[in-house]
């Protein structure tokens, strides 16, 4: 599929999703720089392949979101005629949803893909314009990428004890702790369980 192609694919689905747009960052569910290919969503879509950055996609327009590192690398990959280059220090996202959102529209987001700041920041925003962050059960992008690639599924090892510097019992109890002391009960202290991220 061209770029065209897939941003008309992508468009397609949100209408029938029932939302006017989606946001789109450059990042996986662990909120790590590094991501395997089946989570280079915004790369697959936009052609843009840098390290940081995202898109807001709505039914009858769009922004790429990078910061100045990339002015040169956003203009040799991406196509302008499809999306408008912003300086997300100049204008961040938020900045552009208010300006840009009508009242009445919904936004679409991956709740895996953004932090509970980001999803907050974007919230606000929605909201100035009045329109409303609608958290969707499935992300667009995978259901129109038809050749994305399998997750991982490498078999992971263990650190011993001398290089991980802990108990995996005793990282969890940490965390455990930490989160009550931030007043969440989303994930009690007893019930936080070993994540094994496969690289």
Request: aromatic share 8%; proline share 7%; glycine share 8%.
């Amino acid at each position: 599929m061209s770029p065209t192609e897939r941003l008309v694919a992508l468009r397609a689905h949100l209408k029938g999703a029932g939302v006017d747009g989606f946001i789109v960052p450059r990042g996986d569910e662990y909120q790590g720089e590094f991501v395997a290919p089946y989570a280079e969503r915004l790369s697959w879509l936009t052609d843009f392949t840098g390290s940081a950055g995202l898109a807001a996609i709505l039914l009858d327009q769009a922004a790429l979101f990078i910061d100045g590192r990339y002015t040169l690398q956003v203009r040799n990959q991406a196509d302008e005629t499809l999306y408008s280059f912003r300086n997300s220090s100049d204008e961040p996202l938020g900045t552009w949803l208010r300006e840009t959102l009508k009242t009445g529209q919904r936004l679409g987001f991956d709740p895996h893909l953004h932090t509970p700041a980001q999803i907050k920041r974007y919230t606000e925003a929605c909201e100035k314009a009045g329109a409303d962050l609608v958290g969707l059960p499935a992300n667009p992008i995978d259901a129109v990428w038809s050749d994305q690639p399998e997750r991982p599924s490498t078999p992971f090892k263990v650190h011993p004890l001398p290089l991980a510097g802990q108990s995996h019992e005793d990282k969890r109890a940490q965390i455990g702790d930490g989160l009550s002391k931030d007043d969440c009960d989303a994930y009690p202290r007893d019930s936080v369980r070993l994540i094994v991220l496969a690289a």
